[in-house]
């Protein structure tokens, strides 16, 4: 039977099945475009001269807010990495605060400025402090799923990393340890292609970086990065392994790094622009953008209405964060260690 | 007051705080069943269960980073290192992270955890088994250093090391282990971290000095007591941050100073302690500040005849007081 020009551009609505209403799946979509407009708008405050440093997000939208979906945004500790821009905004980190983060004032949640910009950390979200040595913070989230095991809390821990760091020591102790524990760990490796200069090929003897699960007795996978629905499938399994006691799992979503690996870095002197655009036809933003709009949940309407308030919101945050102060230079010696009154 | 052994009373601080707060838990390699190499943690399994004696893989630098992560759940974790030489595979997760853990997030995270550490040679260690790690730590705001040398210190610095909202290492002379035997109140008391001890009071010589040399210094000076010759003897107990307060008072007390370490000499803890007393004692000096401690040779050597001659001895701390009193 011959299908009608209709019927052949009709997609298939993926979500419903999933739990996920149509306000929800834009909700997640705001969050993605949030995080990508943050990050460019980071680049021009850059190249204005009015913040040192950029470390980018884009590329890895899709799964940072489709995996936060996953997990109890009430009870869960995360330990995101340095480019999780989506995923803190979908964690409850504010647009005022990431703006306050990179322009490093007394404010910032994270760090008050004492730490470069996407350093993520707040306790009241229960995000933990996290550093520039790649991996350290996996054997950490391992600690808290040890920790709530022994308090007998049902939580779960989440951890990203890139693929780069997957070669780190840390990474394999921590799973490791998590895997002989059983432990209630989730660790997430964003795979971007990149650790800084060096491609894949030059990082890793295997296909994926889930295939090393096998060697800790987990639970491994590796999903459609640009996919925030899939990151969403990905992570609500693993998360249900360990609340049912069934221990951790090691995630990877397949994504590719669109930007420098930060504002300090030529990314030209080691890949080709023609290889960039190739990998922007699968950019999660606009893909996803593209599932709602054919599924016409994001009308042009909803679609303006949606850009000029983040845009503003934006706006708003950057003056803000402009104009707020940085710390006292004094308060340098402040909380080398805990301070009695 | 009974009589306890050095190892026994970590075993006593161990066991007293796991019985006073149920977030007091310990994780290392074969810390279990065993009781720990040394024996350190011996009955700790039995009665606080695995959940709460923790043996791990062998992986050091995830025993401490899996101790901060639940030190961050707000548990207080305390990690064995087996030996000291064995810490560096942790060295990132002790200096860049819990070090940094409450600086970074502006005070918003803290990481109070205790890593536990037998040190020091004398034991037929060789290199790797023998060595005195804590100058590679001694330079990191953040942390805290405690080397105590009596069982009485170890027993009350050890249960403020677990209480401490900071992260501490606690390094234990292994050598001291069953050597050094001492009273200890049978009543519940901790002692302060940050603050040295005046050992012995004298007024011809200062030696200041911490872990198992402290016993060397007592009984060079017992000896030389005989000769006329009076010694004051400050045990640092907690090596970084330094009581420098102590260290000026005590090199002001005699104006001689003998430093003492069993570590290498060259940037070694008493080289700063060595710069506190120049940058303040100028004029209350009548000898130059002296140092004995190993040769800068990487580590001691296994065979008896190399390893005496590298380690520092009761005799050499004698023959070094006597030199500066006569100056």
Not at chain 2, 290 to 308: C, I, Q, V
Not at chain 2, 310 to 318: A, D, G, R, S, Y
Request: aromatic fraction near 8%; proline fraction near 5%; glycine fraction near 8%.
């Amino acid at each position: 039977m011959m299908k009608t020009g209709e019927e052949e551009n009709k997609v298939e609505n993926r979500h419903h099945a999933l739990g996920f209403s149509d306000q929800d799946v834009l909700n997640m979509y705001r969050i993605m475009l949030t995080a990508r407009r943050i990050d460019e708008r980071l680049w021009l405050l850059n190249r204005a001269g009015k913040i040192p440093f950029v470390v980018s997000c884009q590329g890895q939208e899709a799964a940072q807010v489709g995996a936060a979906f996953a997990l109890n945004r009430e009870k869960d500790y995360v330990a995101p990495y340095y480019r999780d821009y989506g995923f803190v905004l979908a964690w409850g980190m504010t647009v005022r605060e990431m703006m306050l983060n990179n322009f490093a004032k007394a404010e910032d949640p994270n760090s008050a400025g004492r730490q470069m910009p996407g350093h993520f950390g707040d306790r009241k979200l229960r995000m933990l402090t996290h550093s520039s040595p790649v991996t350290t913070q996996n054997p950490h989230a391992v600690g808290i799923a040890l920790a709530a095991k022994i308090k007998g809390d049902d939580i779960v821990s989440f951890v990203t990393f890139g693929e780069g760091s997957s070669n780190q020591g840390d990474f394999h102790e921590a799973c490791n340890f998590a895997g002989v524990h059983k432990l209630p760990v989730i660790f997430m490796c964003e795979n971007n292609h990149y650790a800084i200069s060096v491609g894949l090929k030059h990082q890793l003897a295997c296909a994926h970086v889930s295939d090393r699960a096998a060697g800790y007795g987990m639970f491994g996978r590796t999903f459609d990065g640009n996919d925030p629905l899939a990151a969403y499938a990905a992570v609500k399994e693993a998360a249900d392994r360990a609340h049912r006691g069934e221990g951790p799992s090691l995630l990877e979503a397949n994504c590719y790094r669109l930007q420098p690996h930060t504002s300090d870095d030529n990314d030209m002197t080691y890949r080709t622009k023609e290889e960039v655009d190739a990998h922007k036809k699968y950019d999660g933003v606009l893909t996803f953008a593209q599932y709602l709009r054919d599924l016409e949940i994001l009308t042009p309407d909803v679609e303006q209405q949606l850009e000029e308030q983040i845009r503003s919101e934006i706006d708003e945050a950057t003056d803000y964060a402009e104009q707020a102060p940085f710390a006292d230079p004094d308060s340098v010696l402040r909380y080398v260690y805990e301070e009695k009154d | 007051m009974a009589v306890i052994s050095y190892i026994e009373a970590v075993t006593q601080a161990l066991k007293e705080e796991m019985e006073r707060d149920e977030d007091v838990f310990v994780l290392g390699e074969d810390v279990g069943k065993r009781g720990g190499v040394f024996q350190a943690t011996k009955g700790l399994y039995e009665e606080f269960g695995e959940k709460r004696v923790i043996d791990t893989p062998l992986a050091e630098s995830a025993i401490v980073g899996v101790g901060i992560g639940a030190a961050m759940y707000g548990l207080r974790p305390v990690a064995e290192m087996q030996f000291s030489d064995f810490m560096l595979p942790a060295a990132n997760q002790i200096i860049s992270e819990a070090a940094k853990t409450r600086y970074r997030s502006n005070n918003d995270w803290s990481a109070p955890i205790t890593i536990r550490a037998p040190y020091g040679g004398g034991v037929h260690g060789g290199l790797y088994h023998s060595q005195s790690m804590e100058a590679i730590f001694a330079n990191v705001p953040g942390l805290k250093i405690v080397m105590p040398s009596t069982p009485y210190d170890v027993k009350g610095l050890l249960k403020s090391s677990i209480r401490s909202n900071d992260p501490v290492i606690f390094y234990e002379h292994k050598r001291a282990y069953r050597l050094i035997k001492g009273e200890v109140p049978d009543q519940e008391y901790t002692l302060p971290i940050g603050k040295a001890d005046i050992k012995r009071e004298g007024t011809d010589v200062t030696v200041i000095t911490y872990g198992l040399a402290v016993h060397f210094a007592l009984k060079a000076a017992e000896k030389l007591a005989a000769d006329g010759i009076s010694t004051h003897i400050l045990d640092l107990r907690t090596v970084y941050p330094l009581d420098k307060e102590a260290v000026i008072d005590a090199a002001r007390k005699t104006g001689k100073v003998l430093l003492v370490t069993e570590d290498t000499k060259e940037g070694s803890v008493i080289s700063e302690v060595a710069a506190t007393i120049a940058e303040n004692c100028l004029f209350d000096l009548d000898a130059p500040v002296r140092r004995l401690a190993a040769p800068d040779a990487p580590s001691m050597p296994y065979a008896a005849p190399l390893e005496k001659q590298f380690l520092i001895t009761p005799e050499k701390v004698e023959q070094a007081i006597r030199d500066l009193a006569e100056f």
